[in-house]
C-alpha cells in the first residue's frame, strides 16, 4: 500500500504485484493499471467493483495495522 503525505491518496499493488490500483478522493477518481509481466507495463484497466473492493480491504487493513502500530486511537 502506498499513501500521500498531501492528501487523502492510497494505493494498493494487488494480485501478486502485477496491478496498482489507486484511490484518489482530492479528485475524486479511481485508477487502476496492468504492472506485471502479463500486459504492457502501466495499461489503464477498467476499475470492477471486485477490483474496488479486494482493494478496499487491503487499504483499510494496512491503515488500521499502522494505526495500531503507533498506538493511534480509532476513527
Do not use: H, K
Not at 27 to 45: H, Q, S, V, Y
Not at 58 to 74: F, G, K, N
Amino acid at each position: 500500500m502506498v499513501a500521500a503525505s498531501y492528501g487523502s491518496v492510497y494505493g494498493a499493488i494487488l494480485e501478486n504485484g502485477t496491478r496498482l490500483y489507486v484511490a484518489d478522493a482530492m479528485e475524486r477518481r479511481e485508477l487502476a493499471f496492468n504492472i506485471g509481466d502479463a500486459a504492457t507495463p502501466g495499461d489503464a484497466i477498467e476499475v470492477t467493483p471486485e477490483l474496488r473492493r479486494t482493494a478496499a480491504q487491503v487499504i483499510e487493513y494496512t491503515v488500521q495495522s499502522i494505526a495500531r502500530a503507533y498506538q493511534l486511537p480509532p476513527r
